[in-house]
């Protein structure tokens, strides 16, 4: 596997666009689409807040549906959660409006939306919105670039990458984009992401692939707590790489997991780290926990910590707050077992000990956490399982953003 | 049953006393201790944390062993928690001192430690201190005071309340003092608390009162979601206002609950309040939930929203958050059945209804959200039960107070 250039229109057949709808912003893109030449199997998880918005509403009807998926189109600027039915129907005329477009048939089409809860789209921008798309539409990377840059809302960075793998001699390539800063947390995280690939790969495989792989990555990473009304994640597979079509779970499989993972991964961690606010990536890392579940509700409490943030952002190796995160999130161990370490570029410093504080020098402890990412790792000398979480620091401007975001 | 003047001296027989210890804060009072004249029936609760402190651990142990609780000392600065046998031997060197002063015997005193966790106490401090403070225990409403104060850690304001009521003719004193502003969460929230009466009561009662009462109180309150290591409740009472004691669920029993629920919701609002850079107190009043666990949890889930608390921050109508919020907490509801209101001493206004957001006017809603008690009003209409949680707003202050709390 290697990573190349690259992001949603990185693999065959699939192809980009955007445009300044003015759904809400003004003087930047706000509106994103992405199709692919031919119908593709498609896979998809979602948010589980039972507020959900009517594009996660329409999407589940399309992926679960058991049909294909041929485009998405997506806004940034307003979610289209908390609109009622009128949401529904901006859901519809979006769908249908590419269908008029582009003959793709309007059950073949994803929309998504991430903004404002509790505002109407207005349905005539988005309608347009597509009409304009459907003219601009390019395979170019710079296509996938620049959609990748109209879904964004307070990220202050875009989020693509790509890789390629063999299977069968053929090459397949999987690429991907997402989105999310703010509203992020586990189950699944905040965000919006969409994957695509030119795999040949039964749906319910690939649903189960995606489903597994997003445990241990997009449900790794918190902001602030907050799981969104929006999340949406979906990955298409359009079959254009030539491969043997794979329909069970041998070496292509495992390849085709490993490729995701990676993909996961690595946007997980870019919004994680481009958290509101934040100036630092803040990982957990558990290792020998009695089992997995335990060791991402362990991992996923000490990133999800506002004490243990706040700590992060000040430099500040006060690893009780790290502990006390751990003793609260549910999972029963005992402080005994424990060993607490700091870990970064700068090196790596034990500050707590089967169940005592250490001395320890704060000078190194500063150095090491005035990185731009830094680990707390957990030895639980409890079992052999081990999980990372994702997330960030908690700053003055996470507050500053979050204080006049709709205004 | 009535307000009068006082904390946890208001009650007959009951002293205090507060010294300069330097545990760790210089120039201020950071000890405190309050005795009663004679033993106490008691009750407690703890922190559900299962890193708890070594002063945690003594408690529980002299509260559910079953004998009498005569004196109470507590420190501010430093937790003891995290810090191993050392921790506990600080614990009992405490304990210890009270006896060798007052020949009140080590098993029915209790201490609480409140502050940097990791880190260990300095024993012959605490020790001298004990010896100070057993020279100038005080029956007066001043020394409850200043005990109320020397408790304090971030927290800007001390808080003490005292009620009287009437049972078989006599009266009753119930009065008490807490602290708590970061690291408060329910279960239970993070805090200490000193509740002391002169009702004759059984133990067994007291503590199912106390646990009922604690559960639409101090478990109801939230300021960063942090449930700290090193919560307690302590509610003593000394039998010297000569009632028949309690012995059953009678009206008297009724009585007392009545004035222990005022008693506790007055020091978990003055709490919620006063949390970690605060400028509002930030009430979510959940009516016509399904059960009475769920109007809890959804009250909940809005004021433990960091988003939520921007937003109140900001005084920013953006009631999405607050359904966001509502729709993650896991309690299953229909976002149509739901509606949503923003109340204040300025006025009430709807902004959500049955799946659909309301026009309304923005002015009035600033006006209303800038009042320094801010109410989130939500009907569910799916059932009888309601309940109440306090938080307060995120601000640039909580980051200050917590990038670097612990130099």
Redesign the interface.
């Known amino acids: 596997m290697q990573q190349i250039t690259g992001g949603v229109t990185a693999a065959k057949g699939f192809k980009a666009a955007c445009c300044e709808a003015n759904i809400k912003y003004k003087n930047r893109t706000d509106m994103a689409m992405v199709i692919s030449e031919v119908p593709c199997e498609c896979a998809g998880t979602f948010t ?5 918005a009517a594009c996660v509403q329409w999407d589940q009807k399309v992926v679960y549906g058991g049909g294909k998926l041929q485009a998405v189109v997506v806004n940034s600027g307003i ?1 289209n ?6 949401g529904w129907d901006a859901c519809e005329a979006t769908a249908a409006a590419v269908e008029k477009e582009l003959n793709i048939p309007a059950a073949t089409v994803a929309v998504a939306s991430t903004g ?5 789209l207005p349905v005539e921008k988005l309608t347009n919105g597509v009409a304009m798309m459907s003219k601009t539409l390019d395979g170019s990377l710079e296509a996938g670039t620049a959609a990748s840059k109209a879904i964004m809302t307070t990220d202050t960075i875009n989020k693509e990458v790509a890789v390629t793998f063999e299977i069968g001699g053929k090459t397949i390539t999987l690429g991907g984009m997402s989105k999310g800063s ?2 992020i ?1 586990p ?1 699944m995280c905040t965000m919006l992401g969409f994957l695509s690939t030119d795999l040949a790969i039964e749906k319910a495989l690939m649903q189960e692939a995606l489903s597994a792989v997003v445990k241990d990555t997009f449900n790794m990473i918190t902001v ?6 929006n999340d949406t994640l979906l990955l298409m597979a359009n079959g254009m790489a030539g491969n043997d079509v794979i329909t069970e779970k041998n070496a292509d499989y495992d390849a085709f997991v490993e490729a995701l993972n990676f993909v996961c991964t690595y946007l997980a961690r870019r919004m994680a780290g481009d958290g509101e606010g934040a100036t630092k990536l803040f990982e957990a890392h558990v290792i020998n926990a009695k089992s997995k579940e335990d060791a991402r509700t362990l991992s996923r409490a000490i990133v ?4 243990s943030k ?2 992060i ?2 430099c ?1 190796a ?4 790290f ?6 999130s549910g ?3 005992d ?2 077992d424990v060993e607490l370490f700091f870990v970064s570029k700068a090196g790596k410093l034990q ?2 000990k ?4 250490l001395d320890f020098d704060e000078e190194f402890a500063v150095k090491i956490m005035k990185e731009s990412e830094v680990t707390v790792f957990v030895d639980m000398h409890e079992g052999t399982e081990e999980a990372c979480a994702w997330g960030c620091d ?3 401007d ?3 953003i ?6």
């Open positions: 589980t807040n039972v507020v959900k979610a959660a908390c609109t009622g039915k009128e404002v809860i509790g505002m109407q703010g509203m947390h189950n602030d707590g907050d799981t969104s009304t999800g910590s506002n004490l706040a700590a952002y000040g500040d006060n690893f009780g707050r502990l006390c995160a751990m003793g609260y999972v029963q161990f402080q005994n500050v707590f089967f169940g005592t504080p908690l700053t003055y996470y507050v500053k979050n204080a006049d975001y709709r205004s």
